[in-house]
T-cell receptor, first 107, second 115 residues
Framework: GQSLEQPSEVTAVEGAIVQINCTYQTSGFYGLSWYQQHDGGAPTFLSYNALDGLEETGRFSSFLSRSDSYGYLLLQELQMKDSASYFC????????FGDGTTLTVKP | DAGVIQSPRHEVTEMGQEVTLRCKPISGHNSLFWYRQTMMRGLELLIYFNNNVPIDDSGMPEDRFSAKMPNASFSTLKIQPSEPRDSAVYFCASIPLGTVNEKLFFGSGTQLSVL
């Protein structure tokens, strides 16, 4: 089976940088994905790491270390619209989601 | 391109009634997933199909739940009889051929309330 752990809440101010961590226990692991979900909306894909290292997509970056069973999502130049829930998901034939981290961006 | 289309957006029903949720995946996507989201249990995978064939239904909570995919462009999730604890948002997602589900495309979800 799979389990993924994330912090439940993170708060930061506009313009800052925030890191959301994800540790996992999984078998048959292909990689780690990240999704964003605004209140009342659907999860939308942000980033994916199949290999160790950093993947950069604009203001968002994601990192994976397979040896540490650990990954993180890095959000830079935070904006108010980044307030949302962020989920890591382990891919192993099917995707299993962590419980999500609620990010609140304050002015 | 139309995304994953789910209907209805909202469903309110009474305990004991049958509920049918519908999903149209993105054209050309060959895998379809049904997820349920609640505050208590987060996003749970209920069942998924590859090429219209159910692959893993281990997440289906009990026999009251059933899912079908009669063709590549349509799937249903049925709850019969419904119970208040089934109240949740149900998402359908699809992925294209040749991926390892690293990027799921989600529909807008169906908010189900069972009274």
């Amino acid at each position: 089976g799979q389990s993924l752990e994330q912090p439940s809440e993170v708060t930061a101010v506009e313009g800052a940088i925030v890191q959301i961590n994800c540790t996992y226990q999984t078998s048959g692991f292909y990689g780690l994905s990240w999704y964003q979900q605004h209140d009342g909306g659907a999860p939308t894909f942000l980033s994916y790491n199949a290999l160790d290292g950093l993947e950069e997509t604009g203001r968002f970056s994601s990192f994976l270390s397979r040896s540490d069973s650990y990954g993180y999502l890095l959000l830079q130049e935070l904006q108010m619209k980044d307030s949302a829930s962020y989920f890591c998901a382990g891919n192993a034939g099917k995707s299993t989601f962590g419980d999500g981290t609620t990010l609140t961006v304050k002015p | 391109d139309a995304g994953v289309i789910q209907s209805p957006r909202h469903e309110v029903t009474e305990m004991g009634q049958e509920v049918t949720l519908r999903c149209k995946p993105i054209s050309g996507h060959n895998s379809l997933f049904w997820y349920r989201q609640t505050m208590m249990r987060g996003l749970e995978l209920l069942i998924y199909f590859n090429n219209n064939v159910p692959i893993d239904d281990s997440g289906m909570p009990e026999d009251r739940f059933s899912a079908k995919m009669p063709n590549a462009s349509f799937s249903t999730l049925k709850i019969q009889p419904s119970e208040p604890r089934d109240s949740a948002v149900y998402f359908c997602a699809s992925i294209p051929l040749g991926t390892v589900n690293e990027k799921l495309f989600f529909g807008s979800g169906t908010q189900l309330s069972v009274l």
